[in-house]
């Protein structure tokens, strides 16, 4: 079996028992990228030579018997908005094309505290608006698992890097859907934390009160491993909370039995829902009751709210969060001869057109006059969809539901149609809005071989119960170990 | 018609820099006069991916201040966005507070020419200062410096209690002596660390609805408050009466040419699109914090001054000038109570050889060389009668100059009078002896010889002789 076959895991255990060494598994990775970005086009930029540097340390440390922890030399790959001290950061955006960071976010950090040579960073929607990477300033990254469709977004890159097995896992964020979305649409795993729980320090920012850091991964154990190595109270960010995290591997394998798993009908009902995607969920929900699950229909009557409230807040701060992008400290500039026609220039050259969308609708949200009637009765209704978990979780440990009402879309399909767009976050939003934690992981595969991602939402801080779930149900499958058909080159 | 008729409202918006080590929201130092973007960092330079970490110490100064001012301590105040595009704003936003400030509904008592007022406190909130910019720096290129970029700063807001520009100069220094007392503002207008823009409309006296205000900004001394607020209620009675109408504005105030100018209309104002900074939590004040601060408050500037005349009898003149300064009140009050002698001979030394040496050689309240007891000494001296007032005066000098101890300045510059009544006698016998015409008019009634006599005593004594002691002795050798 080929080394990039494995799981962080499993590769970590071969690393520790020297069966490995993590160099040689970076420069099998290298090799995957060489062999397949040119059709995938996940990375926005390799980092080679930082790479062998960290699997060299990392080699030494196993050598000295000084390994740092179980993902010590386990190659992963950064979404390009994470802030790396010397390496671009782009946020998948032209005005920030030139811009090297002064320092490292703590989650790189907290990375390079845990050993992991990072391979480069990845592909994204601009800013993170978009769930289809096709929003991308660079290029649009492919689905693996068929390249004429999108890995969805905005964590695209991160997606398709680890489901091409270019990376053993990888970082992305999760505003309204954007690494249980791609994901889903990927095969892969990925967890959006409650909010709070991982800190949001050197991540550039979208909307503040939603951004969440979170792992991708081929398994629901690398998942628990990753988030365990991030999970960390920041004080640098005041929104980091000071709960110090569980073990999440620890009970990650004692099953579903006498668990209660709510069902939305809300969740299920959706028009437009593609009914290869409903089965596969309602097929997952059924082998969970069979495994010991109790399920429970529960009701979640703001959910169709969600869309709406979530197109205020979102563009509200991001309006706020992007206005430092002026063209005055750092990033693209468009010398003027005027100060307002700079910053008029440099934005227009600089912003995709999705960013400009959304900082209008933003900006408009918070108009004099217009405040009142959509920024606070949206965090009005965001009250409500919170109010509706609350009261969901007093019956029920955990929701199920699908992730994404359609498997992966062709690129182009809905680009020129930003409603049909949103329309794919439909079931990934709510959780960001209600603060809450929420897992995909794949449930199966359409007739046509396009993967399937059953979503878990939990109480907030449950985020090892919600684990523990997806892998009672991963473990009954191998649909995670089912690899894109990629062929040779 | 004239400026008689107009009844002026004037309201008072302060921005005071607290005294803090480092920047409201880093580490980054808040010291002043540093080279350009020296004091900076990731976060005041506004780069990706930064967040804000409120500094403690700038809550405790604030609430020192609120407190002071008599306001309510809100439990939880918001922390909010005010957006707006400028070079020297690195976010694009100021976080600052909005809808719920940290303080609330207070009061600072100043003197008008109708008595004692309460002017009333609207708000004190809390905010991040934005940098500079450097338009003069040649090339034809504006430079930016963010050293101040993320001061913490206090506004305060004042209800349009004011009726005159100076009872809006009054409230102003009233503002900042309160500020300064507290350690809380260095009160340094020339720098901008104490800044103040005005609100001022004006409304025919009798009527009960507010004419249109103007906001004027740039006011950077006492003198351009009261000369920015003049001038302004004199544009608007004269535009009103020439039948026109005071426009909704905001007019910058040109120190040069003493008059305001517009600088943007109501349709050129900004929509600063304030929300919820979704970066902090809630401002939440724990309980018995509030109290914590209300104990270690100072005695405030006009309770002192009330209690300055009350209890050491000093004019209103005096006390003023003491209370001023905190440093000088402290130390009247340490030299009165090692001295116990009047305090009116003590305020006169203070506003007189004290200040006026202080000022000569620029020096520092806070260094000076001579102790209080050194001082009360020295005063004691003079009640003994052992100096003269004017040879006091030198030793003071000196004692100031070397911090020696009054009594050895004084003996060695022998400038210590006589006190020993033979000394005295024996040199008045040997005067009158001398002088045995001069006895004889006397005693015939020619009174004035008594001057005489004792500028004689006084020059064989060499100037040492104690003025009481040698008439006392003259007096009782001529048999009065």
Same mark, same amino acid.
């Not at chain 1, 040689?24 to 990375?43: I, M, N, T, Y």
């Given at each position: 079996?080929?080394?990039?076959?494995l799981?962080?895991?499993?590769?970590?255990?071969?690393?520790?028992?020297?069966?490995?060494?993590?160099?040689?598994?970076?420069?099998?990775?290298?090799?995957?990228?060489?062999?397949?970005?040119?059709?995938?086009?996940?990375?926005?930029?390799?980092?080679?030579?930082?790479?062998?540097?960290?699997? /060299?340390?990392?080699?030494r440390?196993?050598?000295?018997?000084?390994?740092?922890?179980?993902?010590?030399?386990?190659?992963?790959?950064?979404?390009?908005?994470?802030?790396?001290?010397?390496?671009?950061?782009?946020?998948?955006?032209?005005?920030?094309?030139?811009?090297?960071?002064?320092?490292?976010?703590?989650?790189?950090?907290?990375?390079r505290?845990?050993?992991?040579?990072?391979?480069?960073?990845?592909?994204?929607?601009?800013?993170?608006?978009?769930?289809?990477?096709?929003?991308?300033?660079?290029f649009?990254?492919?689905n693996?698992?068929?390249?004429?469709?999108?890995?969805?977004?905005?964590?695209?890159?991160?997606?398709?890097?680890?489901?091409?097995?270019?990376?053993?896992?990888?970082?992305?964020?999760?505003?309204?859907?954007?690494?249980?979305?791609?994901?889903?649409l990927?095969?892969?795993?990925?967890?959006?934390?409650?909010?709070?729980?991982?800190?949001?320090?050197?991540?550039?920012?979208?909307?503040?009160?939603?951004?969440?850091?979170?792992?991708?991964?081929?398994?629901?154990?690398?998942?628990?491993?990753?988030?365990?190595?991030?999970?960390?109270? /920041?004080?640098?960010?005041?929104t980091?909370?000071?709960?110090?995290?569980?073990?999440?591997?620890?009970?990650?394998?004692?099953?579903?039995?006498?668990?209660?798993?709510?069902?939305?009908?809300?969740?299920?009902?959706?028009?437009?829902?593609?009914?290869?995607?409903?089965?596969?969920?309602?097929?997952?929900?059924?082998?969970?009751?069979?495994l010991?699950?109790?399920?429970?229909?529960?009701?979640?009557?703001?959910?169709?709210?969600?869309l709406?409230?979530?197109?205020?807040?979102?563009p509200?701060?991001?309006s706020?969060?992007?206005?430092?992008?002026?063209?005055?400290?750092?990033?693209?500039?468009?010398?003027?001869?005027?100060?307002?026609?700079?910053?008029?220039?440099?934005?227009?050259k600089?912003?995709?057109?999705?960013?400009?969308?959304?900082i209008?609708?933003?900006?408009?949200?918070?108009?004099?006059?217009?405040?009142?009637a959509?920024?606070?009765?949206?965090?009005?209704?965001?009250?409500?969809?919170?109010?509706?978990?609350?009261?969901?979780?007093?019956?029920?440990?955990?929701?199920?539901?699908?992730?994404s009402p359609?498997?992966?879309?062709?690129i182009?399909?809905?680009?020129?149609?930003?409603?049909?767009?949103?329309?794919?976050?439909?079931?990934?939003?709510?959780?960001?809005l209600?603060?809450?934690?929420?897992?995909s992981?794949p449930?199966?595969?359409?007739?046509?071989?396009?993967?399937?991602g059953?979503?878990?939402?939990?109480?907030?801080?449950?985020?090892?119960?919600?684990?523990?779930?997806?892998?009672?149900?991963?473990?009954?499958?191998?649909?995670?170990?089912?690899?894109?058909?990629?062929?040779?080159? | 018609?004239?400026?008689?008729?107009?009844?002026?409202?004037?309201?008072?918006?302060?921005?005071?820099?607290?005294?803090?080590?480092?920047?409201?929201?880093?580490?980054?130092?808040?010291?002043f006069?540093?080279?350009?973007?020296?004091?900076?960092?990731a976060?005041?330079?506004?780069?990706?991916?930064?967040?804000?970490?409120?500094?403690e110490?700038?809550?405790e100064?604030?609430?020192?201040?609120?407190?002071?001012?008599?306001?309510?301590?809100?439990?939880?105040?918001?922390?909010?966005?005010?957006?707006y595009?400028?070079?020297?704003?690195?976010?694009?936003?100021?976080?600052?507070?909005?809808?719920?400030?940290?303080?609330?509904?207070?009061?600072?008592?100043?003197?008008?020419?109708?008595?004692?007022?309460?002017?009333?406190?609207?708000?004190?909130?809390?905010?991040?200062?934005?940098?500079?910019?450097?338009?003069?720096a040649?090339?034809?290129?504006?430079?930016?410096?963010?050293n101040r970029?993320?001061?913490?700063?206090?506004?305060?807001?004042?209800?349009?209690?004011?009726?005159?520009?100076?009872?809006?100069?009054?409230?102003?220094?009233?503002?900042?002596?309160?500020?300064?007392?507290?350690?809380?503002?260095?009160?340094?207008?020339?720098?901008?660390?104490?800044?103040?823009?005005?609100?001022?409309?004006?409304?025919?006296?009798?009527?009960?609805?507010?004419?249109?205000?103007?906001?004027?900004?740039?006011?950077?001394?006492?003198?351009?408050?009261?000369?920015?607020?003049?001038?302004?209620?004199?544009?608007?009675?004269?535009?009103?009466?020439?039948g026109?109408?005071?426009?909704?504005?905001?007019?910058?105030?040109?120190?040069?040419?003493?008059?305001t100018?517009?600088?943007r209309?109501?349709?050129?104002?900004?929509?600063?699109?304030?929300?919820?900074?979704?970066?902090?939590p809630?401002?939440?004040?724990?309980?018995?914090?509030?109290?914590?601060?209300?104990?270690?408050?100072?005695?405030?500037p006009?309770?002192?001054?009330?209690?300055?005349?009350?209890?050491?009898?000093?004019?209103?003149?005096?006390?003023?000038?003491?209370?001023?300064?905190?440093?000088?009140?402290?130390?009247?009050?340490?030299?009165?109570?090692?001295?116990?002698?009047p305090?009116k001979?003590?305020?006169?030394?203070?506003?007189?050889?004290?200040?006026?040496?202080?000022?000569?050689e620029?020096?520092?309240?806070?260094?000076?060389?001579?102790?209080?007891?050194?001082?009360?000494?020295?005063?004691?001296?003079?009640d003994?009668?052992?100096?003269s007032?004017?040879?006091?005066?030198d030793?003071?000098?000196?004692?100031?100059?070397?911090?020696?101890?009054?009594?050895?300045?004084?003996r060695?510059?022998?400038?210590?009078?006589?006190?020993?009544?033979?000394?005295?006698?024996?040199?008045?016998?040997?005067?009158?002896?001398?002088?045995?015409?001069?006895?004889?008019?006397?005693?015939?009634?020619?009174?004035?010889?008594?001057?005489?006599?004792?500028?004689?005593?006084?020059?064989?004594?060499?100037?040492?002789?104690?003025?009481?002691?040698?008439?006392?002795?003259?007096?009782?050798?001529?048999?009065?």
């Amino acid at each position: 079996m080929e080394p990039t076959e494995l799981s962080m895991l499993e590769l970590g255990r071969k690393l520790a028992a020297g069966e490995l060494s993590s160099a040689e598994v970076v420069r099998a990775c290298l090799a995957r990228v060489d062999r397949l970005d040119g059709r995938v086009k996940a990375f926005l930029r390799v980092d080679r030579e930082g790479a062998l540097a960290q699997a /060299d340390a990392a080699d030494r440390r196993c050598k000295d018997g000084k390994r740092a922890g179980l993902l010590d030399g386990v190659p992963v790959g950064l979404k390009d908005l994470f802030l790396t001290e010397g390496l671009p950061t782009t946020a998948g955006s032209r005005i920030l094309e030139s811009f090297i960071a002064p320092f490292d976010a703590t989650v790189v950090k907290l990375l390079r505290a845990a050993g992991t040579p990072i391979l480069g960073k990845l592909n994204m929607d601009e800013f993170a608006m978009g769930s289809s990477t096709e929003n991308s300033a660079y290029f649009p990254t492919r689905n693996p698992w068929n390249l004429e469709t999108s890995p969805g977004g905005s964590s695209g890159g991160s997606a398709a890097a680890v489901s091409a097995r270019m990376v053993f896992g990888a970082l992305g964020t999760d505003t309204g859907g954007s690494i249980r979305q791609p994901a889903a649409l990927t095969g892969t795993v990925g967890l959006k934390p409650t909010y709070g729980r991982v800190s949001r320090f050197g991540v550039v920012a979208f909307a503040s009160s939603l951004d969440q850091v979170g792992p991708m991964t081929r398994d629901v154990p690398d998942c628990a491993a990753l988030l365990q190595a991030i999970a960390v109270h /920041d004080p640098q960010d005041s929104t980091s909370a000071p709960v110090k995290a569980p073990d999440y591997l620890a009970e990650l394998e004692t099953g579903v039995r006498g668990m209660k798993l709510g069902l939305p009908r809300e969740y299920f009902d959706l028009p437009g829902m593609d009914p290869e995607v409903r089965s596969a969920v309602e097929a997952a929900t059924r082998e969970l009751e069979k495994l010991g699950a109790e399920l429970v229909p529960v009701s979640l009557p703001h959910t169709k709210y969600a869309l709406a409230t979530y197109y205020l807040v979102a563009p509200a701060e991001a309006s706020s969060n992007l206005a430092r992008y002026d063209g005055v400290r750092y990033g693209l500039r468009v010398p003027e001869k005027n100060l307002l026609a700079m910053y008029g220039r440099t934005r227009d050259k600089g912003f995709g057109l999705e960013v400009k969308r959304r900082i209008m609708l933003g900006t408009y949200a918070l108009s004099a006059g217009y405040y009142d009637a959509y920024y606070l009765k949206a965090q009005k209704v965001r009250t409500l969809i919170k109010q509706d978990f609350v009261e969901a979780f007093r019956t029920v440990d955990a929701v199920l539901s699908p992730t994404s009402p359609t498997p992966a879309f062709r690129i182009g399909e809905k680009v020129s149609d930003p409603l049909a767009m949103y329309l794919n976050d439909v079931f990934t939003l709510p959780c960001n809005l209600a603060g809450l934690p929420g897992l995909s992981l794949p449930c199966g595969f359409t007739r046509a071989g396009l993967p399937i991602g059953l979503q878990i939402l939990g109480r907030p801080w449950d985020e090892a119960r919600v684990l523990r779930i997806g892998r009672t149900f991963e473990r009954e499958h191998d649909f995670h170990r089912r690899t894109p058909p990629l062929g040779a080159s | 018609m004239s400026v008689a008729d107009f009844q002026p409202v004037i309201g008072l918006e302060v921005h005071g820099q607290l005294l803090t080590r480092s920047k409201i929201f880093c580490g980054c130092s808040t010291e002043f006069g540093a080279p350009p973007n020296a004091n900076t960092c990731a976060v005041c330079l506004g780069m990706p991916g930064v967040l804000p970490v409120l500094n403690e110490k700038v809550v405790e100064l604030a609430v020192r201040a609120g407190r002071a001012l008599e306001c309510r301590i809100n439990p939880v105040s918001i922390w909010a966005r005010k957006n707006y595009f400028y070079p020297d704003l690195p976010k694009g936003y100021q976080i600052s507070q909005y809808d719920l400030p940290l303080c609330q509904h207070g009061a600072l008592e100043i003197d008008t020419d109708d008595g004692p007022r309460r002017i009333r406190i609207l708000r004190i909130h809390l905010e991040e200062d934005a940098g500079k910019n450097v338009h003069d720096a040649g090339g034809g290129e504006s430079l930016v410096d963010l050293n101040r970029s993320g001061v913490p700063l206090v506004e305060i807001v004042s209800e349009p209690d004011l009726r005159t520009s100076a009872e809006a100069v009054e409230y102003l220094k009233g503002l900042r002596d309160v500020l300064v007392y507290l350690g809380v503002n260095d009160g340094n207008l020339e720098e901008g660390s104490f800044r103040c823009d005005a609100n001022v409309s004006v409304m025919r006296k009798g009527s009960t609805t507010y004419g249109q205000r103007v906001e004027l900004k740039n006011i950077n001394s006492f003198r351009f408050v009261q000369k920015a607020i003049d001038y302004e209620i004199g544009r608007q009675v004269e535009l009103i009466e020439s039948g026109g109408k005071v426009a909704q504005e905001t007019r910058l105030f040109d120190a040069a040419r003493g008059e305001t100018r517009s600088m943007r209309s109501k349709e050129e104002a900004h929509d600063y699109r304030y929300f919820p900074e979704p970066d902090l939590p809630p401002l939440r004040i724990p309980p018995g914090y509030v109290e914590r601060i209300e104990r270690e408050l100072p005695e405030l500037p006009r309770a002192k001054l009330h209690r300055f005349i009350a209890s050491y009898g000093l004019s209103a003149y005096d006390a003023k000038i003491l209370v001023g300064d905190r440093a000088l009140a402290d130390l009247f009050e340490k030299v009165q109570a090692a001295y116990g002698g009047p305090s009116k001979k003590l305020a006169n030394w203070f506003t007189g050889e004290l200040l006026r040496l202080l000022k000569e050689e620029s020096a520092d309240l806070g260094a000076l060389r001579f102790s209080a007891e050194q001082f009360a000494a020295l005063l004691k001296l003079v009640d003994g009668g052992e100096l003269s007032n004017n040879a006091a005066k030198d030793v003071f000098a000196e004692m100031f100059r070397s911090g020696r101890a009054p009594g050895d300045i004084a003996r060695e510059k022998g400038l210590v009078q006589v006190q020993d009544t033979g000394a005295v006698e024996a040199a008045v016998d040997a005067v009158l002896a001398a002088n045995p015409d001069e006895v004889e008019k006397y005693r015939a009634g020619k009174k004035q010889v008594f001057g005489f006599l004792v500028g004689q005593v006084m020059k064989a004594m060499k100037g040492k002789g104690n003025p009481a002691l040698v008439n006392a002795a003259l007096r009782a050798k001529l048999g009065d």
